[in-house]
């Protein structure tokens, strides 16, 4: 089995487009849709979603909950979602680091081998980009190397700035 750093690829673009076995969405608690790539998810997926998700009853900071891709090329999206920056003494790290774990056992128990994320957190709610970057490579290193989990993860970056931080973190671990 291949360690983690070999097991993760970076990507530029919209995660809406990527024909993968599971996409994670940034959501808000409600999981009724919202701005960012929670939006461009909704939109791309088709009122289908709504619905579903309509019938989970929320989810919670630092949890995940999984639908259909409708419309998507993915087979399935999972809905996780993120802690709101508050300078860094509320537990953010922790709540994040949940999202990137409790994400992963999902796809996993739904059998999916290629899994895309978002860079969570880091749009409307403020997470530094440098620190979120660091906990989303270590936490997805961490699982894959203790479960032995056999899935390509892609870490979705929507610009070539977000793309080199994920390089840097990568690299790192690497090395480590
Ligand atoms: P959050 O509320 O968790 O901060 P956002 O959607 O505001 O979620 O932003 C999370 C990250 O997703 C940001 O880095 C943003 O640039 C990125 N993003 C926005 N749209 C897309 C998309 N279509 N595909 C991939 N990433 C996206």
């Known amino acids: 089995m291949s360690k983690a750093p070999d097991r993760i690829r970076i990507h530029v673009g919209d ?3 990527l024909d993968v076995d599971v996409i994670v969405n940034a959501a808000n608690s409600s999981l009724l849709g919202g701005g960012g ?5 909704h939109r791309a997926a088709g009122r ?17 909950k999984i639908t259909k891709g409708y419309k998507l090329p993915t087979r399935y999206v999972i809905h996780t979602v993120g802690p709101v920056w ?7 790290a922790e709540l994040l680091a949940s999202c990137y774990r409790k994400s992963l056992e999902l796809a996993a128990a739904n059998d999916c081998r290629t899994v ?3 860079a969570i957190s880091t749009g409307v709610y403020r997470y530094p980009k440098d620190e979120a970057t660091d906990i989303a490579v270590g936490t ?3 699982f894959i190397d ?3 989990m ?27």
Do not use: H, W
Request: hydrophobic share 35%.
């Open 150 to 176: 056999p899935a390509t993860v892609i870490f979705c970056c929507f610009d070539e700035q977000t793309a080199q931080l994920y390089q840097r973190a990568v690299a790192a671990l690497r090395e480590a």
């Open 48 to 64: 289908e979603l709504e619905s579903e998700c309509r019938m989970l009853n929320g989810c919670k900071v630092g949890d995940a």
């Open 140 to 142: 997805i290193g961490t």
């Open 37 to 41: 790539v929670d939006g461009a998810i």
């Open 86 to 92: 508050q300078g860094g003494g509320r537990g953010e």
């Open 146 to 148: 203790e479960k032995n």
């Open 15 to 17: 995660i809406t487009k």
């Open 116 to 118: 895309a994320f978002p």
